[in-house]
């Protein structure tokens, strides 16, 4: 399908995803993946903070508000938190959850997981994949879109988690 893939290798897509397991037979797959130079533990609290707000295109789908650019230190995301944040409303919930390696949440029908996989250098694959139970045009349509927003998210996500871990990894230990 068009747009149902960026950034991702075919190992990517073959891999299994805690989304998976909500929808049986998806009308729409889509996956999106970005390599992020800082571990893991540098790019979850970005991921987990998804909670406050989308980071994607704050003026789309944010009503113009900005997502947060410094971590706010929230306590871990549970099952049955909600999902994200866009407007000032809560939006959907958070249906399976494994800190520091995936996080996955359920909003308008569709089902995404973000799995976080280390590489070598201290590196991070972050992996998004969608699915969700459409057909036809629809899923086209929701593809397209889809792309275009996860990107800017991922990327932006990426850029947060890697200025971040600079920072912090350049900051003189106090003694």
Not at 15 to 30: E, M, T
Not at 65 to 72: A, E, I, N, T
Not at 77 to 90: H, I, L, Q, S, W
Request: include cysteine; charged fraction near 25%.
């Amino acid at each position: 399908m068009i747009g149902d893939r960026w950034g991702v290798a075919d190992s990517d897509v073959s891999r299994w995803y805690p989304c998976d397991d909500f929808v049986d037979s998806p009308g729409l797959k889509a996956w999106r993946g970005v390599r992020v130079e800082a571990p893991t533990a540098a790019v979850w609290p970005w991921i987990a903070q998804l909670r406050l707000a989308p980071y994607s295109y704050d003026w789309i789908d944010n009503l113009g508000r900005r997502s947060p650019r410094q971590l706010v230190g929230l306590p871990e995301p549970r099952v049955g938190d909600a999902f994200t944040t866009a407007g000032g409303r809560k939006l959907g919930r958070i249906v399976s959850v494994e800190p520091g390696k995936h996080l996955t949440g359920t909003i308008m029908g569709a089902f995404m997981s973000y799995v976080l996989v280390p590489e070598e250098h201290h590196a991070t694959r972050l992996l998004l994949k969608v699915v969700m139970r459409t057909t036809g045009w629809t899923a086209l349509g929701l593809s397209v879109g889809d792309l275009v927003m996860a990107r800017r998210q991922l990327l932006n996500f990426k850029r947060l988690a890697e200025r971040h871990h600079q920072a912090t990894a350049t900051e003189p230990e106090i003694r």
